[in-house]
């Protein structure tokens, strides 16, 4: 049986031990949780404030920056207690802005590539930033990911969170619309990080919403991520062209090394040298979620890592899950612990709409009206 948080605490009320004695902190003893705690991170050049919030519940403790929604850290206990921060990031505010891979951001207007940064909507042709190569990545060049968002911490019930408030307005990154955009981060009971997403727009745009934590389970800088255990609930993928951009075919996982369908160390087959896995440097690819889109966030995807014995689980109600196997992490970024990160030291698990839906029409759109609103959740479990 794999264990949640929600069974160890309950558990260990039974019988009648403290939490401390399992090493959890005592935080999920208290009803509601902490609530979230602010303090300055930094400041950027033209002097802005950037505010670090923190939360605590249910055994999971999550820094939160207003500079890009940034996850800072994401501690969880192994099966001995013991805390480690699983999640990619800087000591400060300097390196977010100068270097960062969007580790632990919010990623909007749309999350990874549109081809040529085009695409044409109502018979409007719009050029977007672009900053991949000829494509446009992440939002562009400077994407939700580097906005300062406003922060309001609530505490709910037995739920403690933070409301994250960002309007783009019309044109922005070459987006039509203004669009008005709120993300909640909720820690429930059961120490599950939830992100609900939603928005609004003036003109009818495209969207597509996501967030980049980076996890190594093991703890960051701690090395590589290949003998962590992954599973995707889905029996096809996207192969893309050389630009990493969807060809347009929904291809089988059978018989190829993207097959995750049961749980396997990602090492296993990273090396088999498929073409798709050459191109990419090694994992990039949208996996099409086999229970397509959903009214509710549904299981899509499982991380174990056996060193730990700490697990994540992900449910999603989008139809896809880009896994994104650190490949460009080169060895010249010095993370929150002090130690570097080298290719393969981290992974993404992006819960998303298909990379370039706004070329493919054959993928579900990404299509926002106005007097519609986008909303999207994703629900993270945590285990050891
Ligand atoms: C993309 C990668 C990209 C990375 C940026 C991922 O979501 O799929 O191709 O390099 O983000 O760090």
Redesign the pocket.
């Known amino acids: 049986m794999e264990l949640n948080r929600r069974t160890v605490i309950a558990g260990a009320a039974a019988a009648g031990l403290a939490a401390t004695t399992l090493g959890t902190g005592s935080a999920e003893a208290a009803p509601g949780g902490r609530k979230p705690v602010k303090e300055l991170f930094g400041k950027l050049a033209d002097g802005t404030k950037v505010h670090r919030w923190s939360l605590e519940n249910g055994g999971t403790r999550l820094k939160v920056l207003s500079w890009g929604g940034v996850v800072q850290s994401l501690e969880l206990p192994d099966r001995h207690g013991h805390y480690a921060n699983v999640s990619l990031g800087f000591d400060n505010i300097d390196d977010y802005v100068a270097k960062t891979?969007?580790f632990g951001a919010l990623i909007g207007r749309y999350?990874?590539r549109i081809g040529k940064g085009r695409f044409t909507l109502d018979g409007t042709a719009y050029q977007l930033s672009v900053n991949d190569g000829v494509n446009s990545?992440?939002g562009g060049t400077k994407g939700f990911d580097k906005r300062v968002w406003d922060v309001e911490p609530f505490t709910k019930g037995s739920d403690v969170g933070l409301h994250l408030y960002y309007v783009s307005i019309d044109g922005e990154m070459g987006y039509p619309g203004t669009l008005r955009t709120k993300v909640t981060y909720t820690l429930t009971r059961d120490g599950d990080w939830r992100i609900d997403y939603e928005a609004t727009t003036d003109k009818a745009t495209v969207v597509n919403l996501t967030s980049?934590v980076y996890w190594n389970l093991a703890g960051e800088g701690s090395g590589s991520i290949e003998n962590h255990e992954l599973a995707i609930a889905a029996s096809r993928y996207t192969p893309t062209d050389s630009g990493?951009i969807p060809t347009g075919e929904l291809a089988k996982v059978s018989g190829t090394p993207f097959d995750f369908r049961r749980a396997k160390a990602i090492g296993r087959d990273i090396r088999a040298a498929h073409p798709q896995q050459v191109t990419a440097k090694g994992y990039?690819h949208n996996w099409v979620l086999d229970k397509g889109i959903t009214a509710r966030p549904e299981h899509v995807a499982t991380l174990r890592d056996p060193s730990s014995g700490r697990t994540l689980s992900i449910a999603s109600d989008q139809p896809g899950l880009?896994f994104?196997s650190g490949?460009?992490l080169d060895g010249t970024l010095v993370g929150t612990g002090g130690r570097v990160y080298r290719q393969g030291d981290a992974l993404?698990l992006?819960t998303q709409h298909f990379p370039d839906s706004p070329n493919q029409p054959s993928f579900p759109s990404t299509v926002l009206r106005p007097g519609r609103t986008y909303r999207t959740s994703t629900v993270h479990s945590f285990g050891s």
Do not use: R, T, W
Request: hydrophobic share 20%; proline share 7%.
């Open positions: 891979p969007y999350g990874n990545l992440h980049h990493l990039d880009q994104y490949n460009f993404c992006e």
